[in-house]
């Protein structure tokens, strides 16, 4: 008897629950927590969860409105975060970000067709940044191709001014992620005068021996890295191995988190990786997250990840993610946004200093402004570099702007030939 | 000609050194598929397993600590101090004898005379749950392993011949000498390895004089554990310790289809062709054709030799008569 009335009530509970939670503003997050790429999906994940759980408790959501997260386990597998999105999306999701270029490629026909934005912050297809041909597909505030260019003006500026005759080394994750910063950087080598040796490495990257003993023999003067999970930290174990020059080892920013280097102990002094955001816990907003958050019991996750370069930018992307819902609700007048709101909002988002310092992160990210046409932000990037000592990463130049007259040709031909491909005019931007 | 070429050399040695590594892995795989016939899938995970308690009793981390956070509304991660490395690794030997008594009770008991595929996807099963016991218990963080191993090219090596040895793999090629001259002494030598191999031969016989086979079976569980420490220790030092370490298992197999599952000199040998050929193929004519050999030309050795030897250079040739 006491259970049936026990069942009576949590069924009432849930019947009256159900319409409140369909009024919160949703934001599926396809997180990794398990399988062999979760020690760079659990940082991101807790990032993103922790800075939508301090806009509930500290502003009481977004507009008044309660965001809530919705996760889903995709262990960064293409077919899993396909499975992801169809089953969440009926929950009224705003936006995606998939964290994995692979899923993101399958997803950019879907969501389009289902009027859902994709924001795929620095991965992902990169001439989505065309907002022309990719209405639903947002990848600011920088791109792959930003990240190559970046990391070769760094480079440009380390031999002071001139590279031509130089050999770098590309050593990449042999994924639609790991090719795409080639064709950049070959351009970039036309442009340049350096040679590129593209040396793929086969999922996971346990064993690279054959890729660093070529490096060992060819002595490239570079090695730039795009790589993810164990790809790296066995990279940066090999190439200590082999005696790199670690200020000559460049990664992506998928390629410079704490758990990359810190099985290598000392010998990963120095190596050096491109960053969209600030490193560290020294912003006013991680106060905020003390107050609201951490000292409530409500971190995500073992709660063991703050300050970490992922958390940090799961927590810009989740950032990304309110000031674009913000932008949508006084676009539109209305607190309760639909996705195709959202979209609006992502396509009228401005990042300005005085916007950063309110939210607590002073110059924590370059400032953009995101248009019709360029959906890909400011493309800027800084290079961090890692100190073994104090384990400790730091910023050691500014935030340097890409070379537009290299990218912009190419995402435009790359963009034509998929409008192309996927029938799709492209739309006017006034 | 390459052969007069030092990198070749140089290739070779690695190859061979990075084979071992692989060997000694399958190793694992060898013994229990010797001794029941059983393909134990969860391999991979074992080594896994044993490398994340070794560092969770070195660094002194507690184990279900989120878990136990989570319902006693606690904190506490760590003891205070971890454990000196050799406590460590005596400490997590037991808990692989441990593990090993476990899953002969729990997993392969009630399985006794099922066909060999049951037992295959009980150990599919058992995988999934020890990686997620693993999860649970120690977090899934990369965490750095050092065991006092040496790291790092050879210096002495560097100044005699020009060549890169990696110092971790000249102490893996060491350990693994060493393991299989400790169980063929085991085996050939002691009461117990003699009930091993006699249910290896044919249980039903074994069981008629009175050799317990639940006994065996845990003795096999207990040393593939022990080797897969081993094996988890070596890639741990290597790449850290991280779930990814329970991919490895996918090297081990061609390393099997190419020594034969029964045989441990077998392992070794398949290792080293394997790690040799992956390398001078990778090197020589993966430019050719794209790169990324690495992963597919072992499983390719693997196929050619499922046509010709399906039995593996030192396997068993399986004769059925109906």
């Given at each position: ?25 949703v ?6 927590r ?18 939508f ?18 996760p ?54 990169t ?10 597909v947002f990848?600011?505030p ?38 795409e910063?080639?064709?950049t ?13 593209l ?20 002595r ?6 795009w790589g ?9 174990q ?6 790199f ?40 907003i991680y ?10 019991g ?13 958390y940090?930018?799961?927590?810009q ?18 607190p309760n946004?639909?996705?195709a ?28 402004e ?23 990463w ?10 537009r ?26 | ?8 050399w ?7 050194l990075?084979?071992?590594m692989?060997s000694?892995?399958a ?14 899938f ?39 101090s ?15 004898i441990?593990?090993a ?6 997993v ?17 099963g ?33 100044d ?5 040895v ?49 006994t ?24 850290g310790?991280q ?12 390393v ?5 599952f029964?045989s ?32 597919w ?26």
């Open positions: 008897m006491k259970f049936s009335r026990l069942a009576f009530a949590a069924a009432t509970a849930l019947a009256f629950a159900t319409p409140a939670a369909m009024a919160d503003l934001f599926p997050s396809l997180d990794y398990t399988g062999p790429y979760a020690p760079n999906g659990i940082p991101f994940a807790d990032g993103y969860a922790d800075y759980t301090l806009v509930n408790e500290r502003d009481g959501g977004i507009g008044g409105v309660k965001a809530r997260v919705v889903c386990e995709t262990e960064y597998n293409t077919t899993k975060g396909v499975e992801c999105y169809e089953a969440t999306k009926g929950e009224g999701a705003l936006l995606y970000q998939p964290l994995s270029t692979g899923i993101t490629y399958q997803l950019i026909p879907k969501a389009s067709a289902d009027g859902i934005p994709i924001h795929s912050m620095g991965y992902g297809r001439s989505a940044a065309n907002g022309k041909v990719f209405e639903w990848n600011y920088g791109t792959y191709w930003d990240a190559a260019s970046i990391i070769v003006k760094h480079i440009i500026d380390q031999e002071g001014g001139d590279i031509s005759g130089k050999k770098i080394a590309l050593v990449y994750h042999n994924s639609a992620y790991g090719k910063p080639i064709r950087l070959e351009e970039l080598a036309k442009k340049h005068g350096y040679s590129l040796t040396l793929p490495v086969d999922h996971p990257g346990q064993e690279q021996k054959a890729t660093w003993l070529q490096i060992r023999r060819d490239p003067d570079y090695v730039v890295m993810w999970g164990v790809m790296n930290q066995v990279a940066v090999e190439a200590v191995n082999i005696r020059p670690m200020d000559k080892f460049i990664g992506v920013w998928w390629s410079g988190a704490e758990t990359d280097v810190l099985p290598a102990g000392e010998g990963a002094h120095g190596y050096k990786a491109i960053t969209m955001h600030g490193v560290g816990m020294d912003f006013p106060a905020d997250l003390k107050t609201h958050v951490y000292d409530k409500l971190s995500a996750g073992a709660g063991d990840q703050h300050g970490s370069v992922l940090n930018r799961g927590m992307a989740a950032m990304l993610a309110v000031e674009a819902a913000k932008t949508a609700q006084a676009i539109h007048g209305a946004i639909t996705a709101m959202m979209r609006d909002g992502m396509e009228a988002l401005e990042i300005t200093d005085e916007k950063l310092t309110a939210l607590g992160l002073p110059d924590f990210m370059p400032t953009f995101v248009t019709c046409a360029n959906h890909g932000g400011s493309g800027l990037g800084a290079i961090q570099q890692w100190d073994a000592k104090t384990k400790t730091s910023l050691v130049t500014d935030f340097i702007a890409s070379d007259e290299v990218i912009d040709p190419l995402i435009a031909e790359d963009s034509a030939a998929y409008a192309a491909e996927a029938n799709i005019t492209p739309r006017t931007c006034e | 000609m390459f052969l007069t070429d030092p990198f070749f140089e290739i070779v040695v690695s190859g061979l990075a084979g071992v692989y000694l892995v190793l694992g795989f060898v013994l229990i598929f010797k001794a029941s016939g059983i393909f134990n969860a391999q991979g995970v074992f080594a896994l397993f044993a490398a994340l308690t070794l560092v969770g009793f070195q660094t002194g981390q507690v184990p279900f600590a989120h878990l136990l956070s989570w319902i006693t509304g606690t904190s506490i991660h760590t003891w205070g971890g454990m000196p490395t050799l406590v460590a690794i005596v400490f997590a030997l037991l808990v692989m441990g593990l008594w476990l899953v002969v009770r729990i392969l008991r009630p399985l006794v005379n099922q066909e060999g595929i049951i037992l295959f996807m009980a150990t599919i058992l995988a999934f749950v020890l990686e997620g016991t693993g999860d649970l218990m120690w977090g899934a963080n990369v965490k750095a392993l050092d065991v006092g191993l040496p790291q790092g090219p050879s210096d002495t090596i560097i005699a011949t020009g060549m890169f990696d110092k971790l793999e000249i102490s893996a090629a060491v350990v693994a000498v060493l393991l299989v001259v400790a169980l063929t002494l085991f085996s050939q030598f002691t009461r117990m390895g003699r009930a091993l191999r006699a249910v290896a031969d044919d249980h039903q016989a074994a069981l008629s004089v009175g050799i317990s086979l639940e065996i079976w845990w003795i096999v569980w207990s040393i593939a554990g022990i080797v897969a420490l081993v094996a988890g220790i070596m890639w741990g030092a290597k790449s310790v779930f990814s370490l329970s991919l490895i298992a996918l090297k081990a197999l061609p099997l289809m190419l020594g034969g029964t441990i000199p077998g392992a070794i040998v398949g290792g080293l062709i394997i790690g040799v050929g992956e390398k001078v193929f990778e090197l020589y004519v993966g430019p050719m054709i794209g790169g990324a050999t690495e992963n030309f072992a499983y390719m050795l693997a196929l050619l030799f499922l046509l010709f030897r399906p039995q593996g250079l030192f396997g068993e040739k399986i004769i059925e008569r109906v």
